[in-house]
């Protein structure tokens, strides 16, 4: 059980164009999910947490109008990246809260911007 | 102060032995602590959860936690080298924001 998946695991994309990132919980209903980036051998940033049916709350430092979110029901939440630049080339994982405690990972998606 | 420390490692450990993993929190009132295994270019996987003093064990693995301290530790038994990974200690405060603080992570390697 506590499966999330994420789709696309891996992107490459041309700067200028914007990325759509979807991630799922398989087996279980998430209220809330999680979004992070993480940059090679460092550790993982918080990007925004997603509320099901409300308005993401971002992290301070993290452009809200460039990495839009949406969590339009109890299973998906998407991350879109706005007109990708180089330096938004990451990996971007997010996780869902099965319990008010316990968060699991999706397997992530690399994105690399041209 | 950063909240959640963590020893970056590398942290060597011949196979068979038992690797100690330590972290440090800065926020008294925390109340949930997890562990996670991150293996390179993977997403962190959920490992051991603690939430009262002691220790808890699960295989291998033994988490302990001392609140009055403001530690928590992992141990890991008979380390394979599959154990090889990135640790990353977790930190949830008291309250209904389901947020995770992380540290840094130790890197562990395990010697065949």
């Known amino acids: 059980g506590a499966v999330v998946s994420q789709h696309p695991s891996r992107v490459i994309c041309k700067s200028g164009t914007s990325v759509k990132i979807e991630c799922r919980s398989l087996?279980?209903?998430?209220?809330?999910m999680f979004w992070y980036r993480q940059f090679p051998k460092k550790s993982l940033m918080l990007m925004a947490t997603s509320n099901e049916g409300s308005k993401a709350t971002y992290e301070q430092g993290v452009e809200k109008d460039k990495f839009l979110i949406n969590h339009a029901s109890l299973t998906l939440s998407t991350l879109t990246v706005t007109s990708a630049h180089p330096e938004d080339s990451s990996f971007y994982i997010c996780?869902?809260?099965?319990?008010?405690?316990?968060?699991?990972f999706g397997p992530g998606t690399r994105l690399t911007v041209l | 102060q950063k909240e959640v420390e963590q020893n970056s490692g590398p942290l060597s450990v011949p196979e068979g032995a038992i690797a100690s993993l330590n972290c440090t929190y800065s926020d008294r009132v925390s109340q949930s602590f997890f562990w996670y295994r991150q293996y390179s270019g993977k997403s962190p996987e959920l490992i051991m959860s603690?939430?009262?003093?002691g220790d808890k064990e699960d295989g291998r693995f033994t988490a302990q936690l001392n609140k009055a301290s403001q530690y928590v530790s992992l141990l890991i038994r008979d380390s394979q080298p599959s154990d090889s990974a990135t640790y990353l200690c977790a930190v949830k405060p008291r309250g209904g924001n389901e947020k995770l603080t992380f540290g840094t992570g130790t890197r562990l390697t395990i010697i065949p």
């Open positions: 996780s869902a809260a099965l319990s008010r405690d316990t968060q699991y």
């Open positions: 087996d279980f209903q998430a209220t809330t």
């Open positions: 603690i939430y009262s003093n």
